[in-house]
């Protein structure tokens, strides 16, 4: 349909229609008008599988068609593999349209402010730029396929407890630069179909009545011309809400918040206009999705079970590998550990949960290839401790190499409700320790959605594989890089803090009485543990490789940032060479920070800006060039409520995490200094260095009055630090008149 089609389609529809339209149909429908002929195209979950409910119920969330289970998106960050990703997008976008189904409601992008977050497992990092390029790559490839995503949840949900209700405080800077950038770069890159409106409140409103943030933020500033869907239930009044940008309520309280809509139109409470907007959004994605839904096709089960297996694969993190225990050479002496070897937790639990078309698990793979491996479960998924299990399994593994599959039950983490610590579950600690004293070598491989502590048991491990929730080929996937067929290239997403009571955001999660207080700011992740100088278990960025990789000839360029430099030109090219210093094929992510020593605002101590993935021979090396851009050097202005560039040092490091960055360069940035308009509460300070008039008043007032400002710094300090017309009331240098005309008021 045409816009014109879309606004005689609106002329037809009566009131009633128009506000039964802005809520679903049932549970994963949009509204039918059948008098019109307008369908109402099924949405649903979700990030990393299809969960298409057979009988469209919400009651049978669990109850779904088969569908591939991806790696969630823990793991996907973890690639740090854009088109990898992108494939990935494209696959389930094949899957939604196949099931007949116009959305998919993903990808999840909250940032990671806490490991304890229940829905960490569904979302991709600390880092707003990794998480933005990636999901911009997702959203690509599921939108490539003629059907939509769900960019979820906007915005600032980062946590479960009291999810319905928490208000989430966050000053604006920290807003701007850590929970709204992958939002925004998704939004303005992958333009998808709709954006999901999160349950929280932000700064004491509603997301889905929060004006600022769905008009504001994401249309006015950010273009966005496509829908806002609520989360399920997340709707707290409905008037206010479409007042507000929220066009789509699910799954639809239809009746009384129908009603709603017609008698606040009615009434004059709410513009018709409003209203016809919200309308045309809607159609406008019924419109959209209508070509695939006429054809909706088929995918390749296989074809998709093997690139779930290559993406597990890809993000399996390897943190350690002392004596390279790793890859294992041979079946000889090799025996396997851990129910999660037999029964794979390969998905999180929740919306998100997906029937999969099938499961590989890592001991079948292994025997696969290997025969008949030595098994023993070691402890029981049920969590009651039975100490034959692990008696078998310390037998089993007296002077063996111990392949240990461990990580967190799937009660530990879920949507619905946080993590109150980090630690594995204390029977496998227990196996762990005992296998590890009479085993020729201990291997873990982990299955978790979000970090676990290691300090307490990192030594007793050879190796370690962080294979987050790998989805329905995890078992396949480790099996690969465990066996060397594929040379591990996973990075960190997330940090791994040695302890919980390292990390900031703690002292303020998961917050009381309906309020979480984000107190940390902008310091969460390795922005919070590089500031406070803190030791990491594993920090973001790392991941080993089977083969090493050197870093060398750093060579900068910057370019001057002028007024008309625009937000996305480049002004800071930096080229390095990496080279494969090992004896076999393997990928590597150099990543690129940014750090601003002289800055005159706070900024972190190192910012992710970009990365790359480079695949590179045994001897080979390649020059990589990065180009930076003004946005990529810029803070968010408070007082001028935009982007702003200083001039002055930008350090830049490169390398293979943010704690091992072999080359580091600076250059000096020349740009206008940043200038603040002067207002009437500018202090004396700032009215002095910006209007030589003034300054010379000053002067003289203090110096009638007998105080020299260069030689009197209490006095000074007193005066400076003082907003102007205040001063005026203390030393009448002008009058008020005078300073209003000089402000231009
Ligand atoms: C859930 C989730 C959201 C999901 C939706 C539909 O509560 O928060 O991510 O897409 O409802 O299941």
């Not at 307008?38 to 088969?66: C, E, Q």
């Not at 946590?159 to 992958?182: H, K, N």
């Not at 998961?510 to 390795?526: A, K, N, S, W």
């Not at 960025?541 to 360029?557: I, K, Q, V, W």
């Given at each position: ?16 229609e ?10 994963w ?10 369908p109402?195209p ?18 049978g ?9 991806f790696?969630?998106?823990a ?6 593999d ?5 494939d ?8 939604t ?11 999840g992008?909250n ?5 304890l ?31 939509g995503?769900?960019?979820?949840h906007f915005?600032a ?12 405080g966050?000053?604006?800077?920290t ?6 950038p ?38 006015n ?22 007042r ?8 639809g ?7 709603r809509i017609v008698?606040a139109?009615?009434n ?6 409003v209203?016809?907007?919200a ?19 088929s995918?390749?089960?296989?074809a ?13 993190v390897?943190?350690k ?5 790793l ?6 002496d ?7 070897a ?10 998100s ?9 890592a ?8 025969g ?11 969590g ?5 299990l ?25 949507e ?8 594995l ?8 320790a005992?296998?590890?004293?009479i085993?020729?070598r201990?291997?873990?491989v ?9 300090a ?12 987050w ?28 803090a040695v302890t919980?009571?390292?990390?900031p ?13 984000y ?5 969460i ?5 590089d500031?406070?100088?803190?030791e ?7 991941g ?10 750093l ?6 940032v002028?007024d ?20 076999r ?5 150099p ?22 993935r ?8 390649r ?7 003004r946005r990529?050097l ?5 007082l001028?409520?935009?982007?702003a560039v ?7 490091e490169?390398?293979?995490s943010?704690?091992?960055l ?6 000096i ?21 910006a209007?030589?008039?003034f ?11 007998g ?6 710094p ?32």
């Amino acid at each position: 349909m045409t816009p014109a089609e879309i606004t005689d389609l609106i002329s037809q529809l009566t009131l009633e229609e128009k506000a039964s339209l802005c809520s679903g149909g049932d549970s994963w429908h949009l509204q039918t008008v059948e008098r019109l002929g307008i369908p109402g195209p099924m949405v649903t979950d979700g990030p990393h599988g299809l969960r298409k409910v057979a009988d469209g119920s919400m009651a049978g969330i669990y109850d779904s068609v088969p569908a591939t289970c991806f790696p969630t998106a823990a793991g996907l960050a973890s690639t740090w593999d854009p088109e990898l990703v992108h494939d990935v997008g494209a696959a389930l976008g094949e899957e939604t349209r196949a099931e007949a189904v116009s959305v998919l409601l993903g990808p999840g992008i909250n940032m990671k402010r806490s490991p304890l977050c229940g829905r960490n497992f569904e979302y991709f990092s600390e880092d707003p730029v990794l998480a933005g390029i990636l999901a911009t790559e997702l959203v690509r490839g599921i939108q490539s396929q003629g059907v939509g995503a769900s960019l979820k949840h906007f915005a600032a949900n980062n946590q479960e407890t009291d999810r319905l209700r928490v208000s989430a405080g966050i000053d604006e800077r920290t807003l701007r630069e850590i929970y709204l950038p992958a939002f925004e770069m998704v939004v303005k890159h992958a333009k998808p179909w709709t954006v999901m409106c999160s349950y929280n409140a932000l700064n004491g409103v509603y997301c889905s009545q929060n004006r600022w943030l769905l008009t504001q933020v994401l249309r006015n500033e950010w273009g966005y011309d496509g829908l806002v869907i609520s989360d399920w239930g997340a709707v707290v009044d409905r008037v206010e809400g479409l007042r507000a940008g929220l066009d789509l309520e699910m799954p639809g309280d239809a009746p009384r918040n129908d009603a709603r809509i017609v008698e606040a139109v009615r009434n004059g409470d709410l513009d018709e206009e409003v209203l016809d907007t919200a309308v045309a959004r809607i159609l406008t994605l019924v419109a959209q999705a209508s070509a695939a839904m006429a054809d909706p096709g088929s995918y390749d089960i296989e074809a998709h079970h093997q690139l779930a297996r290559r993406a597990a694969a890809a993000s399996a993190v390897l943190l350690k590998n002392d004596g390279d225990a790793l890859p294992l050479t041979g079946p000889d002496d090799v025996v396997v550990i851990g129910e999660f070897a037999r029964t794979p937790r390969f998905q999180g639990a929740g919306s998100s949960k997906v029937n999969p078309t099938r499961v590989d698990t890592a001991l079948d793979s292994l025997r696969h290839i290997w025969g008949d491996v030595p098994f023993a479960p070691g402890f029981a998924l049920t969590g009651e401790s039975d100490p034959r299990l692990a008696e078998d399994a310390e037998s089993l593994a007296r002077g063996k190499t111990a392949v240990l599959f461990l990580g967190l039950p799937a009660v530990a983490e879920s949507e619905g409700y946080d993590r109150t610590n980090t630690d594995l579950p204390a029977d496998q600690l227990d196996l762990l320790a005992r296998v590890s004293k009479i085993a020729f070598r201990t291997i873990v491989v982990l299955s978790n959605g979000s970090s676990v502590g290691m300090a307490e048991w990192d030594d007793q491990a050879d190796a370690i594989v962080e294979c987050w929730l790998g989805g329905q080929a995890s078992g396949s996937g480790v099996v690969d890089v465990l066996t060397g067929k594929v040379n591990p290239s996973g990075h960190l997403a997330e940090t791994i803090a040695v302890t919980l009571s390292d990390i900031p955001a703690q002292l303020n999660f998961p917050g009381e009485f309906q309020h979480v207080t984000y107190g940390e700011g902008r310091y969460i992740g390795y922005r919070g543990l590089d500031v406070i100088e803190r030791e990491v278990a594993y920090p973001f960025g790392h991941g080993l490789s089977y083969t090493t990789f050197d870093y060398s000839d750093l060579d900068l360029a910057v370019r001057p940032v002028t007024d008309e430099t625009a937000q996305d030109e480049s002004v800071l090219t930096v080229t390095f060479t990496i080279s494969n210093t090992g004896d076999r094929t393997g990928s590597a992510v150099p990543q690129v920070y940014l750090g601003f020593p002289d800055a005159t605002v706070n900024r972190c101590v190192r910012e992710l800006k970009a990365f790359r993935r480079v695949e590179l021979d045994p001897g080979k090396s390649r020059s990589i060039t990065i180009d930076l851009t003004r946005r990529d050097l810029s803070y968010w202005d408070i007082l001028l409520q935009s982007w702003a560039v200083e001039p002055g040092t930008v350090r830049v490091e490169v390398g293979r995490s943010s704690r091992d960055l072999p080359l580091t360069g600076v250059v000096i940035l020349d740009a206008p200094t940043v200038h603040h308009p002067l207002r009437r509460d500018s202090t004396v300070a700032e009215w002095m260095a910006a209007d030589e008039e003034f300054a010379a008043k000053v002067r003289r007032a203090t110096e009638q009055t007998g105080i020299d400002l260069d030689s009197d710094p209490t006095t000074a300090a007193f005066i400076l630090a003082m907003p102007a017309y205040k001063m005026l009331q203390m030393a009448p240098i002008m009058t008020p008149e005078e300073l209003d005309e000089m402000l231009g008021d």
